[in-house]
């Protein structure tokens, strides 16, 4: 079974700190990684995606993929109140077929 | 990226009965999925909506229950059928168009 893992949280950081979500798969053939933010009641919005091993960034958001490990993470730089929310990390095969994690849910306090 | 809407927005249904859910796109895609969020739980693919022919369903999830129509490139139902309770969810219809895009979602509660 292809699975990806996150740590549930709450992630709990303060205003104008790095905060920084993890996400780990099970595919080694996965070829794409993305990253959707969901806030409450609402459906989920892509954020960041990334393909290659290294950083993305864009603007506060970096995404961090290593391949070698399984591992892909979403650093939020400046963390604002309005970061609060539930963040999904996907992995894609192949096929273009994507498989989500359980989410981390974020909490940035003032 | 395209505008994807989605009707109802929410329903309250009682059991036994069937809803249709529409999703309607402002563009012409070739991909569009059907996924379920539980309440608290992540997303679950529910089956791939092909254009003029039958959806292809993910495990766990078979067509009597979930009925799917594609008439064309840029509209699908998904029909929940003799809902029960455990059915209440969140449903999203998504579209490919290089990325994955989600609509605005169907919150239906069952009694």
């Known amino acids: 079974q292809k699975e990806v893992e996150q740590n549930s949280g709450p992630l709990s950081v303060p205003e104008g700190a790095i905060a920084s979500l993890n996400c780990t798969y099970s595919?080694?053939?996965?070829?794409?990684f993305f990253w959707y933010r969901q806030y409450s009641g609402k459906s989920p919005e892509l954020i960041m995606f990334?393909?290659?091993?290294g950083d993305k960034e864009d603007g506060r958001f970096t995404a961090q993929l290593n391949k070698a490990s399984q591992y892909v993470s979403l650093l939020i730089r400046d963390s604002q109140p309005s970061d609060s929310a539930t963040y999904l990390c996907a992995v894609a095969n192949a096929g273009n077929m994507l498989t989500f994690g359980g989410g981390t849910r974020l909490m940035v306090k003032p | 990226s395209a505008v994807i809407s989605q009707k109802p927005s929410r329903d309250i249904c009682q059991r036994g009965t069937s809803l249709t859910i529409q999703c309607q796109v402002d563009?012409?895609?070739?991909?569009m999925f059907w996924y379920r969020q539980q309440p608290g739980q992540s997303l679950t693919l529910i089956a791939t909506?092909?254009?003029?022919?039958?959806?292809?369903?993910e495990s766990g999830f078979v067509i009597d229950k979930f009925p799917i129509s594609r008439p064309n490139l840029t509209f699908s139902t998904l029909t929940v059928s003799n809902m029960s309770p455990e059915d209440s969810s969140i449903y999203l219809c998504?579209?490919?168009?290089?990325?994955?895009?989600f609509g605005p979602g169907t919150r239906l509660t069952v009694l």
């Open positions: 909506a092909n254009q003029g022919s039958e959806a292809t369903y």
């Open positions: 998504s579209v490919l168009q290089g990325l994955l895009y």
């Open positions: 990334i393909y290659s091993n």
């Open positions: 563009s012409q895609v070739t991909m």
């Open positions: 595919d080694r053939g996965s070829q794409s």
